[in-house]
């Protein structure tokens, strides 16, 4: 069993940036999927930005239409980590966000982070 803590969430002002950190319990190197989800008040959970295994170490990088251009995930093995770097924040960016990572078809999430944008 993965666990994943999500950290980094608070309350920014518009225009404001945050970075997400998402520390998973072994090694990131063998996933097949790293990536944010968030979900709003009222809302389904929706895709944030997403890394998706093409075959052995390559990545393909996805993110939804609503933050290409602003948001940045990264990763770094050596620590176990994903980040989502956030910039440019919206009060409809405002969400709980998740951190998700799957292998060999097991799907692990995170508590979630909540992520507050003023207006």
């Known amino acids: 069993q993965v666990r994943l803590v999500e950290s980094g969430g608070g309350l920014v002002q518009a225009g404001g940036s945050l970075r997400l950190s998402c520390a998973a319990s072994e090694s990131i190197f063998s996933m097949d999927i790293m990536g944010w989800f968030r979900q709003a008040p009222g809302k389904q959970r929706e895709l944030v930005a997403i890394f998706s295994s093409s075959g052995g170490a390559k990545y393909e990088t996805n993110y939804a239409d609503p933050v290409k251009g602003r948001f940045t995930i990264s990763r770094d093995y050596r620590q176990n980590m994903v980040y989502l770097q956030m910039t440019s924040l919206k009060p409809e960016d405002t969400a709980v966000y998740y951190c998700?990572?799957?292998?060999?078809?097991?799907?692990?999430w995170g508590q979630g982070t909540q992520v507050t944008v003023s207006s």
């Open positions: 998700t990572m799957t292998r060999r078809q097991a799907n692990y």
